[in-house]
C-alpha cells in the first residue's frame, strides 16, 4: 500500500482542517488506519485509528471531541477532521497503515506511512 497525505495548512488557532490520505492498491481496507503526528524535537505521536470497516475509532484523550477520524473503503481514503485547532497542534501529520491491528497506539508497529502534512496553528 502506498500513501498520499494532504490537506494541511496555515491556520489561525480555533480554526479547522481536514486531512486526506489516499492509498493505493485493492488490500486498503485490510489495514487498520492511523494518523501520527510529530512536532520539532518530539517523537511521533499516535492522533487516531480507524477498524478496518469504519466502525470503531480511536483517540488520543486530548484528541478526542476535537478530531474526527473517518474512512471511506470504496474510494481507498482516510480523513481527520480536526476542529479547534490550537497552536500546540502544530506538527507534521502522517498517515499510516497496519496490518496487525492489535498496537495501533504504537507508530513503530505500522507498515506503511505516508509523506506527511504540515499543520501550523497561529495563536
Known amino acids: 500500500v502506498q500513501l498520499q497525505a494532504s490537506g494541511g495548512g496555515l491556520v489561525q488557532a480555533g480554526g479547522s482542517l481536514r486531512l486526506s490520505c489516499a492509498g493505493s492498491g485493492r488490500t486498503f481496507s485490510s489495514y487498520v488506519m492511523g494518523w501520527f503526528r510529530q512536532a520539532p524535537g518530539k517523537e511521533r505521536e499516535f492522533v487516531a485509528a480507524i477498524s478496518r470497516d469504519g466502525g470503531i475509532t480511536y483517540y488520543t484523550g486530548s484528541m478526542k471531541g476535537r478530531f474526527t477520524i473517518s474512512r471511506d473503503n470504496a474510494k481507498n481514503m482516510v480523513f481527520l477532521q480536526m476542529n479547534s485547532l490550537q497552536p500546540e497542534d502544530t506538527a507534521v501529520y502522517y498517515c499510516?497503515?497496519?496490518?496487525?491491528?492489535?498496537?495501533?497506539?504504537?507508530?513503530?508497529?505500522?507498515?506503511?506511512w505516508g509523506q506527511g502534512t504540515q499543520v501550523t496553528v497561529s495563536s
Open positions: 499510516a497503515g497496519d496490518r496487525d491491528g492489535n498496537y495501533y497506539r504504537d507508530y513503530r508497529r505500522y507498515d506503511y
